[in-house]
């Protein structure tokens, strides 16, 4: 039977509307995600390139920031509505998180800046700008904002972003508590401790997920996603990686954990970027028990069967630390 | 820019908890269910069977029992909390709709129970038993509630119902208004009437769908819809149906409304069973614009690309109206 | 128990190794093949252009030559040896449909030319020119002859080929007789006659069709198939040809002849051009018993499940019929 | 342009008919090929049972026959001719390696049995049963001879078999020069020896490879195939697989050599099966020149995406050698 509920859910948050990601290559970056995901560009500004997968209905999904390293620029989520957004402002606040309110950027309108505890830079925000389809670039398929691209093998939209945090818990209670996401799954070590979470706002069984950093750095960023709905694309795309020379780093195979259909690759830029292949499974109950992933069971959520994730991929995100970066240099992580 | 949002969403329905069909042929309909989609028995209990996907948490989704004709028993709605339900309660007491509260069913407690306007049984409900899979059958899988079957084609889980109803507009108001539905898609005549509408509560682009009844009867059932995930099955199940005899009105095809990848039975006791082979696409967007297909646009809505739809797709519900039944008996419709 | 075998079968037809066809509008036609299809331009010498898949090895497999009427120009087939070309030329000499030798043409060395009772053109050969990759082109994966394209959904290689005869038997017998193909599947009439007839040399179910044409013409091309091997592909491509204005005229769906998952596209020129979504099943037995489907069994062999044929695909053949171009012209076709 | 040709190919062996393992658990050997890979049993006798899969048309393509250890019993090779297999038996009668003629088995006549060089039991014939479905498991797709079963991932025919040698030269040239298969791929070390060979007498990749075997051991088996022809029955039967606790050894990947889809299991008796996700590429060039996988290449050769394949994989095959038996007791390779 169902448990008690101490208290009603918040469905503030709705959506993660973009990511800007840092690249020392911006040009070979954009090259990357136009010529072999398919993705269009919106516009140019300052040493930010503005793009948007093809069903994607915003002005762009993913801004690229020349910068000296990899890494993340910032996260923005929109809210449910205007009012969402006020109730969010005041609960950040109170955080002592808050950073105020920018004018907006390309695309967008105002959005209120914050930190997470680990040092990510994100927003909240719900004025948006609607990408419009040149007429020539307009599908018959009115639920598509522009026909399916002819060059790569095109994802299709935004899906998630994965995040490092020194404290995996402290992070996770945040976006909990502050903003509303609900725990789907996470990792827990036998002392107890949360060695990695993933949650979200919506049956997506994830929008974030916040893995262990001990680096000693903050604020990294461990992948974006974007999602194909097939698997076979996931082939497809692997194809293409290996032969245009983009390091595939684990996959195509399939997690345990979100039960999702993986390939992880790093961008010229250094970032990696993971491609989803299907929708792994739908979270609907509004009672959700998280799982719990224990050492004895940790293999099979993992890897769930094909490709397994070779050591780097528990601790290679962007920034880079120094060591990985002389790995890198001589040729190791190649 | 994002425009003027009067109020605020409702997010009180949350999840199509389970529909109850019935079957004139109980023993062939559960036979259905279980030998060629996979679906597993709950429990049995007067002229009842109780039946769930391999991936559907709670002790049912499916409920199957005897009656002379085919059709609708009703349908339940979970809400997001037990508040969330006695708010939804409040209202449906005002609208003249609402019949009061049953004490539970098997696999839930006390729902409140109303009729739509096109007097279809409906309840919502929050508290909830969760099936529990027996050792044998515990998977390492751990977001999953059971193993995966080693019968027929299984599928995954539970995805939407579609409804006919008298006045389109009507009873699409009704879930809107009454229970926060969100319009996702609809089709509206040369006069602006609505022919049909698409909504969810979720990111699903249709949780229900009403499609307009020209026969003069109530409360008519167009299907019921279990999910795969992937066209392949639809492929796999499409043999498996040729060669048990089993009718395939359409498909596999793919819709432009709603991006569906379908397929369309008639189960033995004469309801039409959707199978549906991918997620389509998902609407995140907190302030999505109804789609509205039209005269002009509705071919690629209906049929993006490959089965048609025969004309008795839209005539054809359960329970039958006279002169079907008679097409029926004399073999037109098989 | 085996059959009683006469005598042993030929083993000298080996493969389909190109396809020439005519196309009033030549630059469109090879945009088609090039920006929708990805296939690579190897030459263009006069009035032809010379086109291959992503994994065809030889110089070319396709030729797009200008002509007032699509239809087509010529096939070629490769033997498995010198020694088997020149065997089958002492055979055709005999028959009265040879031509004689033509010194060549871009691609490949001499070839002897002859007619089929019905009056295609049709070639064989054995010296053949590879296509060698630049050094920018050439995939780590050895067993491919380039990189995949990254434009469009690119096809991987040449099929088979459909003719139209006026006299099924007649063609079949001359192929399998005179050239060694076996025959797979067929469709007889009611009076024993031959609708259709499916043929190969090789464990593919069908490298060239044989289907009656009641147009009072001769020499007509029904369609040209080039491979994907995945059924995506076709959902993928169905997108593109729906956006890209390409009269999409059935599928996908699947065969039940052949078990082919199949679409069918008429490409701007007029030819109808069919893209296979898996390899069906392969026919391994030397020993094969033809399938003969008949007036009882012929719907599920037209038609396995998914998208109906329209009438026109039994018809609608290149060069056009005065009676279907006058249709066309009406734009009822279209 | 086309090399020099110094002789006609050999067309006598067609197709790989059966093959025969060993298991020590032969009760659960039985159980795993019916109830996971859905195969049907056609008949038991003595130590031995017959079983197919829902596309094979003879009485039997595998033969499971208790034994002390698992390995392979025999395999059996279907010519094109009668001739054909009169003029095999004459070459094989010179060789020293044929062992004559044994009256046939349950599902087949006479077959003239010989030894590999490295000792593997063959066998050519020419006379088989073909296997007739009962009324109620015939299906209207007259090309398949029953309908699709309902239990388990049901596999649809026998692909190929691979085997290990003391000297892959040796047992290549064999099969090349006495029995006509053509060398599709090999693997060739810095010193010119070879590795690995895959070889065919159709247009798939393979029907036959051929892995160097350090053991010491003669007449290993490395393992059988059963093919899907999709690779999402690969994802499928790994979650089954992971759930009914078979040892998955590696995939679901994509090996770069043959371009196969594959996953690698450990039957319960302790031999390899590959399930073949699709078809890869097929090789329908008469002229076929060798792909050569050298050390700089061969990485991408091995796993061309997904799933690595463990140490065991090149050294593990039937019958086990003694070491591996005991890591194997020692459960280092469960």
Redesign the interface.
Request: net charge negative.
């Given at each position: 039977?169902?448990q008690q509920?101490p208290q009603?859910?918040i469905?503030d948050v709705?959506?993660?509307a973009h990511v800007e990601i840092l690249s020392p290559k911006p040009d070979e970056t954009v090259r990357f995600f136009k010529?072999?995901l398919g993705m269009q560009e919106s516009a140019r500004s300052g040493q930010s390139v503005y793009l948007r997968a093809y069903?994607d209905?915003y002005h762009h999904t993913l801004k690229v920031t020349e910068a000296k390293k990899p890494g993340l620029g910032h996260l923005a989520w929109?809210?449910?509505?205007?009012?969402?957004l006020e109730r969010r402002v005041r609960v950040l606040e109170g955080t002592g998180l808050g950073k105020g309110w920018s004018e907006g950027d390309l695309g967008h309108?105002a959005a209120y800046q914050f930190s997470s505890p680990d040092g990510h830079n994100v927003e909240l925000l719900?004025?948006?700008?609607y990408w419009q389809a040149p007429p020539e670039l307009r599908?018959?398929?009115?639920?598509?904002p522009q026909?399916?691209p002819?060059?790569?093998v095109p994802v299709?939209?935004l899906d998630h972003v994965n995040l490092m945090a020194a404290n995996v818990t402290t992070d996770k209670d945040f976006w909990m508590e502050q903003l509303g996401f609900r725990l789907r799954?996470h990792i827990v070590a036998p002392d107890g401790g949360e060695i990695a979470a993933w949650m979200s706002v919506?049956?997506?069984?994830h929008e974030i997920a916040i893995m262990g950093d001990q680096s000693g750095m903050q604020g990294r960023l461990h992948h974006i996603c974007y999602w194909y709905?097939?698997?076979?694309?996931l082939?497809?795309l692997?194809?293409?990686m290996?032969?245009?020379d983009i390091t595939?780093e684990a996959?195509?195979?399939?997690h345990?954990?979100?039960?999702g259909?993986f390939?992880y690759v790093i961008e010229p830029g250094g970032n990696r970027v993971e491609l989803f292949g299907?929708?792994g499974?739908?979270i609907?109950?509004?009672d959700w028990k998280p799982?719990?992933?224990t050492e004895e069971?940790l293999a099979?959520?993992i890897i769930?069967?094909?490709?397994?994730l070779p050591a780097e991929f528990f601790l290679y995100a962007t920034p880079l630390i120094e060591k990985v970066e002389e790995l890198e240099a001589a040729g190791v992580l190649d």
């Open positions: 039977m169902t509920q009603e859910p469905f709705h959506q993660l010529d072999l069903e209905w929109r809210t449910s509505s205007q009012a969402a309108g719900w004025d948006v700008d599908s018959p398929l009115l639920n598509r026909k399916r002819l060059q790569g299709r939209r799954e919506s049956p997506l069984a709905g097939s698997p076979q694309h082939s497809d692997a194809d293409v290996r032969e245009q595939i996959g195509p195979g399939k345990g954990i979100t039960q259909m390939m299907d929708t499974y739908m609907l109950d509004p799982i719990r992933w069971t099979r959520g769930w069967h094909g490709s397994d």
